[in-house]
């Protein structure tokens, strides 16, 4: 079977980075893109980026980028998220998911299931 | 504020047919870019309703459906069921951004 299993819960102070593991199994590892989405409380999904596992390539949302860094080792198929300079309003579900091409553009067709990370002081 | 527009909420009784919309702009839906479709249950992962605008994955009931026409894309639930209470979010690839971006999210009432 096919899955993305992620981290567990993570509490941070303002100003700490986080760092959420991906672990994917059941398919070819290299094959398929990362993407990552938040979903704040209340809010909906918010793309964060896209990291091609084939050949390390990045692209980050305009809004994360200098404080986002994400990352594929492929020798234990995993992915990772890491966030800086936390805020209180970094508070939020993080979602790994796995990119599929279509005709135009990408659909992303394998969710884990979310990593809560919670920033207070 | 995204790039994409989607209604707030729509609802239906059972077995009606809803409808949702997701209009863009020349730089994603109006370039061709295709869109995708998924529901977000309380407490669980999106899963991925329709891909590549009118596809359906293996196991997703043929109540749902999907479109795309000039710059808006849509999403049909016909025969509506209690289950089908969730929040629905099309995606699309944005040029101008340079990457993927995620409508509002609809919330689809079963009265």
């Known amino acids: 079977q096919v899955h993305l299993v992620q981290s567990g819960a993570e509490v941070k102070k303002p100003g700490a980075s986080v760092k959420v593991s991906c672990k994917a199994s059941g398919y070819t590892f290299i094959s398929y893109g990362i993407t990552w989405v938040r979903q704040a409380p209340g809010q909906g999904l918010e793309s964060m980026g896209w990291?091609?596992?084939?050949?390390?390539?990045?692209n980050y949302a305009q809004k994360f980028q200098g404080r986002v860094i994400m990352t594929t080792d492929t020798t234990t198929s995993t992915a990772y998220m890491e966030l800086t300079s936390l805020r209180s309003d970094d508070s939020a579900v993080f979602y790994c998911?796995?990119?599929?091409?279509?005709?135009?553009?990408?659909?992303?067709?394998?969710w884990g299931q979310g990593t809560l990370v919670t920033v207070s002081s | 504020q995204s790039v994409l527009t989607q209604p707030p909420s729509v609802s239906g009784a059972p077995g009606q047919r809803v409808t949702i919309s997701c209009t863009g702009s020349s730089s994603n839906i109006g370039a061709g870019f295709d869109v995708h479709w998924y529901q977000l249950l309380p407490g669980t992962a999106p899963k991925l309703l329709i891909f590549g605008n009118d596809n359906r994955p293996s196991g997703v009931p043929d109540r749902f459906s999907g479109s795309k026409s000039d710059i808006t894309a849509s999403l049909a639930i016909t025969g509506l069921q209690a289950e089908d209470e969730a929040d629905y979010y099309c995606q699309s690839y944005d040029s101008s951004l340079s990457g993927y971006v995620f409508g509002p999210g609809t919330t689809v009432t079963v009265l």
């Open positions: 998911a796995r990119g599929t091409s279509s005709k135009r553009g990408y659909y992303f067709d394998l």
């Open positions: 990291i091609s596992v084939y050949n390390g390539h990045t």
